[in-house]
């Protein structure tokens, strides 16, 4: 199970160094523009007042850009630094709602999800936690995931959300037909000695996941 969600990370490794690339270049064309206007520091006190305060507007939406985009690369770092360490570690006790943030933060370098897909994300505020093995979670939440996302059109809205320790994941596109309700049987029996769920097919997709803590 460790190799499997090793194997996931990599096959999205192309869409992380796209998402670290994009503010990558943002913080460094908004630190050179404020390189250049530092080399004009020594001629403000001869114009005048207007245009330094033009300046200085530019300096403070530039240094806004500069920590939106660090604050961006930071979260994708924080994302993949958390999936390897829960990784290696395996069993143990998971904290369900940063589970979900910090998954879904790394989701995003899978391009299907970031850009063809609406996504309500409902975790509330309280903290659920579980003792289990970490490996098995990630590849119950990500394989119902892109069955999802591998079988139905872009545009499509996933519902991802928290209740009660239960992780229940939705979508009102898919169409379950036999062939895909034999795969989420086979799914669900092959994580049944971990997880429990329940599948509602009766408005789209929605299956409920709750761990078997301990």
């Keep these: 199970m460790k190799n499997k969600v090793f194997t996931h990370v990599g096959s999205l490794m192309g869409g992380m160094v796209h998402n670290l690339n994009t503010p990558l270049m943002w913080?460094?064309?908004?630190?050179?523009?404020?390189?250049?206007?530092?080399?004009?520091?020594?001629?403000?006190?001869d114009l005048p007042e207007e245009e330094i305060l033009s300046i200085k507007?530019?300096?403070?939406?530039d240094i806004?850009?500069?920590?939106?985009?660090?604050?961006?690369?930071?979260g994708i770092l924080k994302s993949l630094g958390y999936k390897i360490q829960m990784i290696n570690e395996g069993y143990t006790s998971i904290e369900l709602k940063e589970f979900l943030e910090?998954?879904?933060?790394?989701?995003?370098?899978?391009?299907?999800?970031?850009?063809?897909?609406?996504r309500e994300i409902s975790l509330g505020g309280r903290s659920c936690y579980v003792?289990?093995?970490?490996?098995?979670?990630?590849?119950?939440?990500?394989?119902?995931?892109?069955?999802?996302?591998?079988?139905?059109?872009?545009?499509?809205?996933?519902?991802?959300g928290l209740d009660n320790g239960i992780i229940r994941i939705g979508c009102k596109e898919l169409q379950v037909t036999d062939e895909i309700r034999q795969k989420i049987d086979a799914f669900c029996?092959?994580?049944?000695?971990?997880?429990?769920?329940?599948?509602?097919?009766?408005?789209?997709?929605?299956?409920s996941v709750?761990?078997?803590d301990g």
Excluded: P
């Design 27 to 45: 913080v460094m064309g908004r630190a050179q523009l404020l390189e250049a206007r530092n080399d004009r520091m020594e001629t403000l006190k």
């Design 57 to 61: 507007a530019k300096n403070s939406k």
């Design 64 to 74: 806004a850009s500069i920590q939106d985009g660090a604050s961006k690369i930071d």
């Design 102 to 118: 910090m998954e879904m933060d790394f989701l995003m370098a899978d391009m299907r999800f970031k850009h063809e897909t609406n």
């Design 131 to 160: 003792k289990g093995d970490y490996n098995v979670l990630s590849s119950c939440v990500m394989g119902v995931i892109d069955m999802i996302l591998s079988n139905t059109e872009k545009g499509r809205t996933l519902r991802i």
């Design 189 to 207: 029996r092959d994580f049944s000695d971990t997880a429990e769920f329940i599948t509602d097919t009766a408005d789209g997709f929605l299956m």
């Design 210 to 212: 709750c761990m078997k």
